[in-house]
T-cell receptor
């Protein structure tokens, strides 16, 4: 059974720091891995999607890497800002038919203070 | 207006009440999902509808009853809920394709008293 774990559960950093969020998964049979952002009381916003054949994806100050063989992904946030404060969720798409059955980690709650 | 709209945003109901959550998507998708998000737990997939047919039911208690009348609308009918059912209920939609990104609504915050 696929399980997704995110470390740390919570993180508090001063503005301007570069930081790394970690995600691990137990079954490497995945189609892709996705990072989401969730603001308090809101839905999820997709940040980056990495296909199983890819090693990394970049969007602005965000860079996500994927090492499928070791079951790990990292989300790197450069020059953090208070507006980056949110919960970051990692999710994998296991092999299944016809639809995207995402399996989520519990998230990392990030606070960036001025 | 977001692509996936959920109503109501907040709902407080007693254990004997019957209520419904509504989800509507304006993205032309043909798969829709209900997820449950409880405090400090990963999102749990509850139901999936693909081409208006239910294709996934993750051992959800029968007090939760989904309905998908067409590809744009999804409902979750609630009756005789328990306090532990209090959570954020998120709706999502996608194309019927394994790697199609999911688009989420803002959720309904449900409190069962």
């Amino acid at each position: 059974k696929q399980e997704v774990t995110q470390i740390p559960a919570a993180l508090s950093v001063p503005e301007g720091e570069n930081l790394v969020l970690n995600c691990s998964f137990t079954d490497s049979a995945i189609y892709n891995l996705q990072w989401f952002r969730q603001d308090p009381g809101k839905g999820l916003t997709s940040l980056l999607l990495i296909q199983s054949s890819q090693r990394e994806q970049t969007s602005g100050r965000l860079n996500a890497s994927l090492d499928k063989s070791s079951g790990r992904s990292t989300l790197y946030i450069a020059a953090s800002q208070p507006g980056d404060s949110a919960t970051y969720l990692c999710a994998v798409t296991p092999f299944s038919g016809g639809y995207n059955k995402l399996i989520f980690g519990a998230g990392t709650r990030l606070a960036v203070h001025p | 207006e977001t692509g996936v709209t959920q109503t109501p945003r907040h709902l407080v109901m007693g254990m004997t009440n019957k209520k419904s959550l509504k989800c509507e998507q304006h993205l032309g998708h043909n798969a829709m999902y209900w997820y449950k998000q409880s405090a400090k737990k990963p999102l749990e997939l509850m139901f999936v509808y693909s081409l208006e047919e239910r294709v996934e039911n993750n051992s959800v208690p029968s007090r939760f009853s989904p309905e998908c009348p067409n590809s744009s609308h999804l409902f979750l009918h609630l009756h005789t809920l328990q306090p532990e059912d209090s959570a954020l209920y998120l709706c999502a939609s996608s194309q019927v394709k394994w790697d199609s990104p999911l688009h989420f609504g803002n959720g309904t915050r449900l409190t069962v008293t």
